[in-house]
């Protein structure tokens, strides 16, 4: 099993990222996703999470409205697009699915926020 993240980096307060995080060894079809961060110093939290048909969405209070989740079951991929970034957005960006077959993590990639 596999989840590998892409897409973080350094971006100015106000722009954009897209985060991927590709998925194997496993039915991505059957999993929910979702995205999760952490910050130095700071417990993990959920960004946001997809269902498996990709028909329902949730997001955490600080981050609706500007992020949006997505996924493509025929690339096996979960996306995360970031507009109007702020300097609290700054965190390690975790990819996780999860399902009664098990709860399986990427790595993590950095994103941060600064001018």
């Known amino acids: 099993v596999q989840l590998v993240e892409s897409g973080g980096g350094l971006v100015q307060p106000g722009g954009s990222l897209r985060l991927s995080c590709a998925a194997s060894?496993?039915?991505?079809?059957?999993?929910?996703m979702s995205w999760h961060r952490q910050a130095p110093g700071k417990e993990r939290e959920l960004v946001a999470g997809i269902t498996s048909a990709g028909s329902n969405t949730n997001y955490a209070d600080s981050v609706k409205g500007r992020f949006t989740i997505s996924r493509h079951n025929g690339k096996n991929t979960v996306y995360l697009q970031m507009n109007s970034l702020k300097p609290e957005d700054t965190a390690v960006y975790y990819c996780?699915?999860?399902?009664?077959?098990?709860?399986?993590w990427g790595q993590g990639t950095q994103v941060t926020v600064s001018s």
């Open positions: 060894g496993f039915t991505f079809s059957n999993y929910y």
């Open positions: 996780r699915a999860g399902a009664l077959g098990g709860i399986f």
